[in-house]
């Protein structure tokens, strides 16, 4: 579906990525996990060819993510970012109308119509009721809803998910986590995942990719990847992983301490120490 092959990126002299390199399969789930910093989110800017790698290549389908039109690759691959939603103003199906983007010509028309496809969506989301509300008269979890609709209205092979549950609470993460399964499940989508809650990309990635200052400590299963032993290099924490009672999969429990010797060791890589950063 899409490869990474040792790709390099730097910004201001700094290198963010190294030479990294993965393969995802069509139809998986794969998570991309790491501290803050760790880049995480500029890898997934190049997966999605929004920024060109400085070495190596992204390759989906086979093809350099570079060789394709803008609107070819937003019709096979889609974003759902933190703040994924327009400027107020607009109605809530005007918002799913626009995943229709990649699909239209210069005038705004589309072959057939497209109709059918937002109401269904609109319906599957609960949002039928809430199609004609502007975006600055719904909740957080509801307007999270609405960007999910958008990129669902794009319909593509490749979903890719940038931190996408920092700002819902824990019933709206695992709302947001099973429709993007049941989704997936039922388009055979698949799904590129940055996530900072460990616990989530256990219980809804087949695979995880942990980095940690621009490389690749790991790429495996969940129970490959979240072992105590990462966690506390990678991290800096002592956690006690355990495994989840239905699920079978690992899930971490935090414990205080640990964090000062990563910042000192951090403040000693950037060449200085930081001591406001302790308290």
Same mark, same amino acid.
């Given at each position: 579906?899409?490869?990474?092959?040792?790709?390099?990126?730097?910004?201001? #002299?700094?290198?963010?990525?190294?030479?990294?390199?993965?393969?995802?399969?069509g139809g998986e789930c794969f998570g991309i996990i790491g501290p803050n910093g760790s880049g995480k989110s500029t890898l997934l800017k190049l997966l999605s060819g929004v920024d060109d790698p400085e070495g190596g290549e992204v390759r989906f389908g #086979?093809?350099?993510?570079?060789?394709?039109?803008?609107?070819?690759?937003?019709?096979?691959?889609?974003?759902?970012?933190?703040?994924?939603?327009?400027?107020? #103003?607009?109605?809530?199906?005007?918002?799913?109308?626009?995943?229709?983007?990649?699909?239209?010509?210069?005038?705004?028309?589309?072959?057939?119509?497209?109709?059918?496809?937002?109401?269904?969506?609109?319906?599957?989301?609960?949002?039928?009721?809430?199609?004609?509300?502007?975006?600055?008269?719904?909740? #957080?979890?509801?307007?999270?809803?609405?960007?999910?609709?958008?990129?669902?209205?794009?319909?593509?092979?490749?979903?890719?998910?940038?931190?996408?549950?920092?700002?819902?609470?824990?019933?709206?993460?695992?709302?947001?986590?099973?429709r993007i399964q049941e989704w997936r499940r039922e388009a055979g989508l698949t799904v590129i995942a940055v996530l900072h809650d460990l616990n989530l990309a256990a219980l809804y990635c087949d695979r995880l990719l942990l980095l940690h200052r621009g490389?690749?400590?790991?790429?495996?299963?969940?129970?490959?990847?979240?072992?105590?032993?990462?966690?506390?290099?990678?991290?800096?924490?002592?956690?006690?992983?355990?495994?989840?009672?239905?699920?079978?999969?690992?899930?971490?429990?935090?414990?205080?301490?640990?964090?000062?010797?990563?910042?000192?060791?951090?403040?000693?890589?950037?060449?200085?120490?930081?001591?406001?950063?302790?308290?």
């Open positions: 579906m899409i490869d990474a092959d040792k790709v390099r990126m730097s910004f201001s #002299g700094r290198r963010v990525l190294d030479d990294v390199g993965f393969s995802v399969r #086979g093809k350099p993510v570079r060789d394709y039109a803008r609107k070819e690759l937003a019709r096979r691959m889609a974003m759902l970012e933190q703040e994924a939603l327009p400027a107020v #103003g607009f109605t809530v199906r005007e918002v799913v109308e626009m995943g229709r983007y990649p699909y239209q010509n210069w005038l705004g028309d589309e072959e057939g119509e497209p109709g059918g496809l937002l109401d269904a969506i609109l319906d599957k989301l609960d949002l039928t009721g809430l199609a004609e509300r502007t975006l600055e008269h719904l909740s #957080g979890g509801e307007k999270q809803r609405v960007a999910l609709a958008k990129v669902m209205a794009q319909e593509p092979e490749l979903l890719m998910l940038d931190e996408p549950t920092t700002y819902l609470d824990i019933g709206r993460q695992i709302q947001l986590m099973d490389r690749v400590v790991g790429i495996g299963e969940p129970r490959d990847i979240l072992t105590p032993e990462k966690l506390a290099d990678v991290y800096g924490i002592a956690p006690i992983v355990t495994e989840h009672p239905i699920r079978g999969v690992p899930q971490v429990m935090l414990q205080p301490g640990g964090w000062e010797k990563r910042l000192a060791g951090e403040d000693r890589d950037n060449g200085r120490v930081d001591v406001s950063r302790r308290g």
